[in-house]
């Protein structure tokens, strides 16, 4: 009889766990109440079905591996306020060169050197616009020295067409003036838009390596450190 009320008395534990879940998968789905405060329903629910008790809710709540976590981010919030992460690109960008596979080796460098300390997340955030900046910077220098190139070309062009009417006493007005389209397409060309993809795709990959060296690196590491630690 004592083994038939345990066995109950365990579904029923099961049940009531399962409710909580349940709840708080709803709640994340249609974000019935901010997910925060949704993240927090165990604290209230579990001791109140006598799923835990308080004190150990708490306990997980709080281990250490979520205050190293917590300190990860407050790392992340103070290079972004501080701009410390532009600073350290655009010193790698000065000694690495325009090449584009340097710059490629220039911000895999950084955003791996960054995500060892910071989520490389964040890390990724904090990157992605820098290198979109670049991106632009290439593509318009680029894009102007094609356009001076072509207005030299017309200039020397129309020079000897100047010459050559001159010469035949044709009128002006018959000359034919070539002008260039000076405003840059907005769309990338293909070889540009391999090389955005390239730059960005690379602080991607450099943000997993570098995550992947550290603790702090990725919550996916604070999670198996606290399992090992159990």
């Known amino acids: 009889m004592s083994r ?13 766990c399962a409710f909580v879940v349940g709840l708080m998968g709803t709640y994340w789905v249609f974000e019935t109440m901010p997910l925060a405060i949704t993240a927090l329903v165990p604290m209230v629910l579990y001791p109140i079905f006598g799923i835990m008790k308080s004190e150990d809710v708490a306990k997980a709540y709080l281990p250490d591996t979520s205050f190293l976590f917590i300190g990860g981010l407050m790392v992340a919030v103070a290079v972004e306020k ?3 992460h532009t600073r350290i690109a655009l010193f790698v960008l000065k000694i690495v060169g325009s090449q584009p596979a340097f710059i490629m080796a220039g911000f895999m460098a950084v955003t791996g050197f960054l995500s060892m300390w910071i989520s490389n997340t964040a890390t990724a955030a904090l990157m ?16 102007l020295y094609e356009a001076l190139a072509l207005n030299e070309n017309a200039a020397m062009s129309q ?21 260039p389209n000076r405003e840059m397409e907005h769309i990338f060309s293909p070889a540009e838009l ?23 690196g990725t919550a996916s590491n604070l999670v198996l450190i606290g399992q090992l630690e159990e």
């Open 82 to 84: 501080s701009n410390l």
């Open 4 to 16: 038939v009320e345990e066995k109950r008395e365990t579904n029923s534990l099961q049940g009531r």
């Open 159 to 179: 020079k000897r067409l100047s010459v050559e009417m001159r010469r035949l006493s044709l009128p002006r007005e018959s000359q034919t003036h070539p002008h």
């Open 128 to 143: 992605v616009p820098i290198v979109q900046s670049v991106i632009h910077e290439l593509v318009s220098n680029h894009r």
């Open 194 to 216: 391999k090389m955005a993809k390239g730059l960005l795709i690379s602080v991607c990959f450099a943000a997993n390596i570098g995550g992947s060296a550290t603790i702090t």
